[in-house]
């Protein structure tokens, strides 16, 4: 099974900050990465899919690059809504896998 | 508008089974694969297992292989998840989510299953 593996679990930042999040795969998974938003007690929302595609009506701060086994969400400027928590997940194989998450809090 | 609505959750003793059903409106649901990922109490997300749209490709997590069974009715519009032989650690939140080519772009809030006695 591919293993996804955020960084960090745990981030404090403040409104207008730029916030970047890595996720790594134990092996290629060569563009096949997306990137969800997760508020308490809601359903994920999907950010980016094939690693930097922005999903329709998701704000242009949001952006994804990466491919291989490395990949990174970056927020441009951290707005009162993003605090949220942030999966990667890759799609290249069955099982399909999540990373853990990181928890974007309020500095 | 896309719309999933889980149902069928509740309180189950171990080894009992229940059925998740999720309905779906608002897109040409035989057209899309769909997937029900779960989540365990402060927990992360976990994929549990997805369907093709013809329902004719299946693919689960080892953790339920053999004891869940994933199944869609593409003339009802709606989802299924036969869970059995239920262990406590498959208490959790179960969402359904339409498959975009392997991510999920729309997901239903969820419904809480438990497994205690």
């Known amino acids: 099974d591919i293993q996804m593996t955020q960084s960090p679990s745990t981030l404090s930042a403040s409104v207008g900050d730029r916030v970047t999040i890595t996720c790594r795969a134990s092996?290629?998974?060569?563009?096949?990465l997306a990137w969800y938003q997760q508020k308490p007690g809601k359903a994920p929302k999907l950010l980016i899919y094939?690693?930097?595609t922005l999903h329709s009506g998701v704000p242009s701060r949001f952006s994804g690059s990466g491919s291989g086994t490395e990949f990174t969400l970056t927020i441009s400027s951290l707005q009162p809504d993003d605090f949220a928590t942030y999966y990667c997940?890759?799609?290249?194989?069955?099982?399909?896998?999540f990373g853990q998450g990181t928890k974007v809090e309020i500095k | 508008e896309v719309q999933l609505l889980e149902s069928g959750g509740g309180l189950v003793q171990p080894g009992g089974s229940l059925r998740l059903s999720c309905a779906a409106s608002?897109?040409?649901?035989?057209?899309?694969?769909m997937s029900w990922v779960r989540q365990a109490p402060g927990k992360g997300l976990e994929w549990v297992s997805t369907?093709?749209?013809?329902?004719?490709?299946?693919h689960y997590a080892d953790s339920v292989k053999g004891r869940f069974t994933i199944s869609r009715d593409n003339s009802k519009n709606t989802l299924y998840l036969q869970m059995n032989s239920l262990r406590a650690e498959d208490t959790a939140v179960y969402h359904c989510?339409?498959?975009?080519?392997?991510?999920?772009?729309?997901w239903g809030q969820g419904t809480l299953v438990t497994v205690s006695s």
């Open positions: 989510a339409k498959d975009r080519g392997g991510s999920g772009d729309d």
């Open positions: 608002g897109f040409t649901f035989s057209s899309y694969g």
């Open positions: 369907i093709s749209g013809s329902g004719g490709d299946t």
């Open positions: 092996q290629s998974i060569s563009s096949w």
């Open positions: 094939e690693a930097s």
């Open positions: 997940q890759q799609y290249n194989s069955y099982p399909r896998t």
